[in-house]
Antibody, heavy 118, light 107 residues
């Protein structure tokens, strides 16, 4: 069955780089696009970026200068790196699979909480 | 970016009620709208896509509709399992954007 799971450090120091991994199963990264979405506690959802089946990427313009998404298809993993982290980046980070019939998200990982603190 | 204005931000209803949550798009998005249900501490769950299409496994008590740039999620015969936060999401153009969420509680 389709599964996604995020992993990474729960605590990042201010101005440092966040590195997260999304490990997927039940589908191929060359057949489905995978997105990153984040949610500050008690707030709404914010789309961060996508890695397309062909390996190219698109990013939210508000994060583009700090964000990088890549993948290792052989390991079924998608990576997120975001630098210069600040307290505004405290959130739960989700990876999500894009649906078959459009750019909605049909499967999500459970999310990983990231705190920024020294 | 397309703004999605969701209302109400919170609501309380009784068991068996019918409730409607609304989302207004700042520009035309066609039927490129989805709805998600999110329970505390959990990730969002797809309920509706294409404005009106029920995701597999979602009870038929849930339905989506559209009137121009106004989109609605209706839940009939409300049950305790329907409590949570509901998010609308436009995927007509990039970047995809979400509404602010509606917190639904049962009395």
């Amino acid at each position: 069955q389709v599964q996604l799971k995020e992993s990474g450090p729960g605590l990042v120091q201010p101005s440092q780089t966040l590195s997260l991994t999304c490990t997927v199963s039940g589908f191929s990264l060359t057949s489905y696009n995978v997105h990153w979405v984040r949610q500050p506690t008690g707030k709404g959802l914010e789309w961060m970026g996508v890695i397309w089946t062909g390996g190219s990427t698109d990013y939210n313009s508000a994060l583009k200068s700090r964000l990088s998404i890549s993948r290792d298809t052989s390991k079924s993993q998608v990576f997120l790196k975001m630098n210069s982290l600040q307290t505004e980046d405290i959130a739960t980070y989700y990876c999500a699979r894009e649906g078959v019939l459009g750019w909605y998200f049909d499967f999500w990982g459970p999310g990983t909480m990231v705190t920024v603190s020294s | 970016d397309i703004q999605m204005t969701q209302s109400p931000s919170s609501m309380s209803a009784s068991l068996g009620d019918t409730v409607t949550i609304n989302c207004l798009a700042s520009q035309d998005i066609g039927n490129y709208l989805s709805w998600y249900q999110q329970k505390p501490g959990k990730s969002p769950k797809l309920m509706i896509y294409g404005a009106t299409n029920l995701e597999d496994g979602v009870p038929s008590r849930f339905s989506g509709s559209r009137s121009g740039s106004d989109y609605s999620l209706t839940i009939n015969s409300l049950g305790y399992d329907d409590e949570g936060i509901y998010h609308c999401h436009q995927y007509y153009e990039y970047p995809p954007t979400f509404g602010g969420g509606t917190k639904l509680e049962l009395k």
